[in-house]
Every structure is written in C-alpha cells, then in structure tokens.
C-alpha cells in the first residue's frame, strides 16, 4: 500500500458529498448533538467504564444511518490510537490500588483509568471523524459561522483543512520523488527528511503566497460561503433533544448496570 493510498487524502470529502437522511440533516443539529456527546463522554471519572459502554450507541447508530464504511472509520481511529496508548500506558504501574476483580484476579485503579482512557479515545475520536464525514468540513464551518462562532476562527479551520491536504500531497510528491531516486531504497537517513521538510516548508510559504493573491484577485472577503445548505427543521430538534436525553441519561444513571440487572431477572 503507498503512502497515498494509507493516508487516503480527500476522502473525508466524498464521503461528506453523499446522500443519506444522516447527511440531510442540519451542520448545525449535528454539531450541537456531537459537542453535548463530548462533554457528557469527557464528564465521567477516570474508573468508570462500564458506565460509558452505552455510549457506543451514538457512533453505531450514526454509522448505519448514514451508510458511512465503518472499515474506514476504524483506520482513522486505529492511527491515533497510539497517542491514547501513550497517555495511559503506565497508569496501572501508577495507580496498584484494587478497585476489583474478575474471577480470583484482582484488578487495579490503573487498569480501569487505563480502560477509561481508552474508551474515552475511541468515543470522541469517532464520533468527531462521524461528524466531518457526514456533514464535510464546508457545510460543518458554515453551521459554526451560523452558531455564532467568530469569522475568523472559522476561516483558519476551513483553510487549515483544505491546505493540509494540498501540503500533505506536495509532501508525497517529495518522498516519492526521492524513493525513485534512490533505487526504491526506504532507509533515507534522518538527514535526508531534515532536508525534505526544510524544503516543504520553504515550498509551502511560497504557495501560500500565491493562494493569497488568487483568492484577493477572485474577490475573497473573509465569508465562508457554502451552496445546498440545509434549513432547521423538526427533524434535526428531534435529533438534538432525542440524542441529548439518551446522553443525560446515560450520565446521570449507569445504563448498563440496570440492563445487566433486568436481565438477569429475566432469566
């Protein structure tokens, strides 16, 4: 697989340009459901776990309904996973103290703030990826612009967005080019990329410069302008109030506990 196939440059975009009931719905609705989502994922203690299992809910569901590939999903996640590793990796060496047990094995504080970590990564990181596929980053900046965030915020997320991606093939172009001159070798010195990334950022300055006088000389003001743009309508309130429910409900009672013991009844 080629560094430009792993890395799978645009295709945020095509997926954000497709037609679902998920893509139909308003930037704004599913920006206001994604932002209680977080705080509600982000407002649990370091040992809960089984409490944020339920949450899961959001990201599956949003899957299915918006005919989004999982498959591809996951990579994105998988590729940040190591800088969630890399936090809690040494929290169950920290923190000994039994809050636990599985069986006769006793399980620390560490293991569980460990696991809490972990599934808080996979949640926000999911459904933050969830809701730039299903919206696309022009309709999801223009909603911001309407929610009332500064114009300016905006436009430097809109343009940092859209520029890593002209960087980022610039920056293939270069490896590529290099590897063709090195006989397909891959074991470039630390010298070589030194190299190569002093000439990226020397290349992008420039094109930056040039982007700048195209977009004065195209008339650019500063509004973040997007065509198709949905209105607000019930569906999207009820989206916003069904999903910020079933989030205060999952905060406020430990879901999985009480479906555990239905359950349990039952049989």
Not at 6 to 14: A, F, L, Q
Not at 215 to 228: A, K, L, N
Not at 260 to 267: K, Q
Request: proline share 3%.
């Amino acid at each position: 697989m080629g560094p430009g196939n792993y890395i799978e440059i645009g295709r945020m975009d095509e997926l954000g340009r497709m037609d679902s009931p998920l893509h139909r719905l308003d930037a704004r609705a599913k920006g206001l459901a994604t932002l209680v989502f977080l705080l509600v994922v982000m407002s649990f203690g370091r040992y809960e776990v089984s409490a944020l299992m339920p949450l899961f809910v959001y990201p599956f569901a949003l899957v299915a309904w918006g005919n989004l590939p999982a498959g591809f999903l996951l990579r994105k996640v998988a590729l940040a996973a190591p800088f969630a590793l890399f936090v809690g990796l040494f929290n169950p060496f920290l923190d000994r103290e039994t809050l636990g047990q599985i069986g006769s094995h006793p399980i620390s504080g560490g293991m569980f703030s460990f696991a809490s970590i972990l599934l808080r990564f996979v949640l926000t990181v999911s459904a933050g990826l969830i809701l730039l596929a299903s919206t696309g980053i022009h309709r999801l900046c223009a909603g911001a612009a309407q929610l009332g965030l500064p114009r300016v915020f905006v436009v430097q997320l809109l343009f940092l967005y859209r520029y890593f991606f002209v960087i980022g093939e610039e920056g293939l172009r270069m490896v590529r080019s290099v590897e063709m001159r090195s006989s397909g070798s891959r074991s470039l010195g630390l010298r070589i990329y030194g190299t190569l990334i002093g000439h990226l950022l020397l290349r992008s300055i420039d094109r930056a410069h040039r982007i700048y006088r195209a977009m004065i000389s195209r008339g650019f003001d500063g509004e973040v302008r997007v065509m198709g743009s949905t209105a607000t309508c019930w569906k999207d309130v009820v989206f916003v109030a069904g999903w910020s429910a079933f989030f205060v409900a999952a905060r406020v009672w430990n879901l999985s506990e009480i479906v555990g013991g239905v359950v349990s009844r039952i049989r």
